[in-house]
């Protein structure tokens, strides 16, 4: 059982950055691949990004790209996710989300395959 905690989110005004945390305990971080969701009032939960076990893939949405960094550190914190940049319409709860995966592995988009999720973090943005 792994059990992730999400840090970090809070308010800031657009064109801001936020720094989110996710810490994971009861596994080893290593072994899963690991990603961000997030979910606005009234909308589905959607993909915001995803990194492999190794750190080397790492996939975002299309939303976010350029603006997001996820990392990942595999003897601390389990993953980062550095949001720049930030827009009224990155307002939502964000979700840490683990699966355990093999090592050569790309990362997953979809969030039925996530195994383990945190309890969510809010991060408002004002215009």
């Known amino acids: 059982q792994v059990h992730l905690v999400e840090s970090g989110g809070g308010l800031v005004q657009a064109g801001g950055s936020l720094r989110l945390s996710c810490a994971a305990s009861g596994g080893t971080s290593s072994k899963y691949h690991m990603a961000w969701f997030r979910q606005a009032p009234g909308k589905e939960r959607e993909f915001v990004a995803a990194?492999?076990?190794?750190?080397?893939?790492?996939y975002y949405a299309d939303s976010v790209k350029g603006r997001f960094t996820i990392s990942r550190d595999n003897a601390k914190i389990a993953v980062v996710l550095q949001m720049n940049t930030l827009k009224a319409e990155d307002t939502a709860a964000y979700y840490c989300a683990a699966r355990e995966a093999a090592y050569m592995d790309a990362p997953r988009y979809e969030s039925g395959v996530y195994d383990w999720w945190g309890q969510g973090t809010q991060v408002t943005v004002s215009s």
């Open positions: 990194i492999s076990r190794s750190g080397g893939i790492i």
